[in-house]
């Protein structure tokens, strides 16, 4: 077996993978943050973006394909871990509440991840899958303001709420298991990490979540 396969096969290279696939997501998820926040300023705005980039689509989807490879990886090799720390967990240690901290909180970052996973097939089989089975341009505000399948639909709207709250407990312990996992959390570059991480953790969760709040909740789906 090569170097790098026994690597990413020990616990320290799965952590490395899911430390490394988490922060590629992250920059997705302030990307599709930007162009998200588009809705505020109108339809005419946000539907032009949306079908611009049917220009782009053979790039687009390429792009679909990597993320969901990235977000395979990050899965699979996230529940292999936290199988390992709860196995690791009925053996006695020199810190037992060193043990019993760790083992929390892989459950708590299992729990909102499988929260999320199921987020993400929702918002695949309404927004994503009718944006791309859509052929009218301008209906692409309203699919997201208004519809059934929007936030017109409170039960969506409470999903995203719930999610991206969780959202920002999960990236907020993730950027801090990323900075130890990388040996860097009490450096300076890590502290100075650990303050950009904010933008991450904080503003990207409350961008989705005002927009899911404003348009569901305050305008009632309109």
């Given at each position: ?154 039960f969506i709207t409470i999903l995203y709420l719930v999610a991206m709250v969780l959202l920002g407990f999960h990236l ?51």
């Open positions: 077996m090569s170097s790098f396969k026994l690597f990413i096969s020990s616990t320290i290279g799965k952590k490395v993978l899911v430390a490394t696939t988490g922060l590629l997501f992250c920059f997705f998820l302030l990307f599709h943050l930007l162009n998200n926040l588009v809705i505020y300023t109108g339809a005419e705005n946000f539907n032009f973006l949306v079908g611009s980039l049917e220009k782009i689509k053979p790039l687009i989807r390429i792009l679909e394909v990597a993320l969901a490879g990235i977000l395979l990886v990050h899965i699979v090799n996230s529940v292999t871990l936290a199988i390992q720390s709860k196995k690791s967990g009925n053996i006695t240690t020199k810190s037992e509440t060193k043990k019993h901290n760790a083992t929390l909180s892989s459950r708590t970052m299992l729990f909102t991840g499988s929260i999320l996973f199921i987020f993400i097939v929702t918002h695949l089989s309404t927004f994503w899958y009718n944006f791309q089975t859509n052929d009218d341009h301008s209906a692409y505000y309203e699919i997201v303001t208004s519809s059934s399948i929007g936030f017109g639909n409170i907020k312990h993730g950027f801090n298991s990323a900075l130890q996992t990388f040996g860097i959390k009490n450096t300076s570059i890590g502290k100075m990490l650990s303050l950009v991480s904010v933008v991450f953790w904080l503003f990207v969760p409350a961008g989705f979540f005002s927009i899911a709040f404003w348009f569901g909740i305050l305008n009632g789906g309109k």
